[in-house]
């Protein structure tokens, strides 16, 4: 493999600024993430757009609609897995100069997405209504249910294209070009569903299966406007070089990855699942509160989100690039940021918390349920957050192991337990004090455990590394 490193590194294809191993971090860290945050916009609106129309049709529907979210996250998490992957190798092999087989790992990449993303696609389709009558669907919300998640399975196929293709074109140094795709799939989305839920324009009244009718629409436009960026204005793909002789190494090399990752990353969701089932004791209402509550936390927490996705192509290029003060400048940069973006959202939350809920619903029990969410849960934030900060960066470093780790201990060793008792003793209050303590606890002890590991691996701070850089 190593006869294949040019003696000259070639120029990077991606982007005029695509050398993340050059230059200061901080400026690299606002041109990645700042796009991020308009390209996570735009795929969280697909959500809240479908929340917010479907809400107006009744509390039912909103219900239905809550229950599909947990398991909407958990696919997309889980896909995640293969995102994270294909971030990493790609981007330690743009820091090692290894240009063509960066080329390859995208191309392979979409193959096995498709392969993957349909099969998880009819699993899911097979078992709707016992997944669903799990987390606690009944006879009034399953054949609403029925109406959205067929069709939202057949288009999460085609938007695993753009969502691993994406996650290669910014391991190049460039989150633009995927903000808008993204922003494309937002906006088609964001046209249609009034339209088809509601009977604009002259269209029927579909309701919840407009819905779903339009999101397919969306994802769609997304797949195409995403082959076209990665084809014809990156180059990232060679269609005339499938190389499928070297398809197992792909494979081998993006799993490695891919499986802890994307098991990381369905764990969450899993206990959102489990929390849902809890609140479901307490009655629809609970349950569509806590959809309202997870939709405004992913819109909350969007830079920082973002922040960690444009940080992985720093620290996976420095990474490969053997630049370890580089890798630490970007995790503490990172950090601080997290903590006064996440302390300020949750002031913000707990002061305008009746006004925001009531944008929602109109049922008074419904509006209490979320008041209560913002009012106790976002305090933890900065400190949960810890947990994800850091996994983003082992991913990025190739360790997915410690990631892992890390989320098992957080949701299954000390969420699960903690809600269940919580929601036993004090019901409702108990759930969300739970997670909040949760979120502190663990997100202080893993960043403590964390730092240590860095340092034990040699990740200390550069001397000649000043501020600016």
Known sequence: MSAEIPSIPKPLPYSTRGDLTTGPVHRHLVRLTLPMIWGLLAVISVQIVDAYFIAKLGTKELAAISFTFPVIMGITHLSFGLNIATASVVSRL?????????????????ILSVIVSGAVALLCFAFLDPLFAL????DVTLPIIRQYMPLWLLGSVFLSVPSNGNSAIRAGGDSL???????????VN?????????????APALGVHGAAIATLCAYL???????????VRKKMIDLTRWQMDRFADSVKRLVFIAVPAGLTNTIQPAANAFIVGLLALHGPEAVAAQGIATRVEGFAMLAVMALAVGMAPVVGQNWGARDYGRVH???????GFNMIWALSAAVLLALFARPLAEMFSSDPAVIGVAVLYFRTVPLSWAFGNLVFGWASAFNAMGKP?????????????MMVPAVYVG?????????????ATVNIVSGVGFHLLSRRACHAEGLKFAPSLTPAE
């Open 423 to 435: 929601g036993a003793f004090w019901g409702i209050p108990g759930i969300f004090g739970a997670i």
């Open 221 to 231: 436009s997304g797949f195409a406007a995403g082959l076209y960026l990665l084809i």
């Open 135 to 138: 987390l606690g669907a009944d």
């Open 177 to 187: 070009g995927p903000a808008l795709v993204m922003t494309i799939v937002a906006v």
């Open 329 to 335: 400048s970007t995790i503490r940069l990172a950090i």
């Open 401 to 413: 192991q410690r990631s892992f780790a890390m989320i098992v201990v957080k949701f299954i060793l």
């Open 94 to 110: 743009i820091g090692e100069k290894r240009m063509e087989d960066a080329k390859r790992i995208t191309l392979h990449t979409l």
């Open 190 to 202: 964001l046209a249609l569903a009034p339209v088809l839920i509601f009977g604009l324009l002259g």
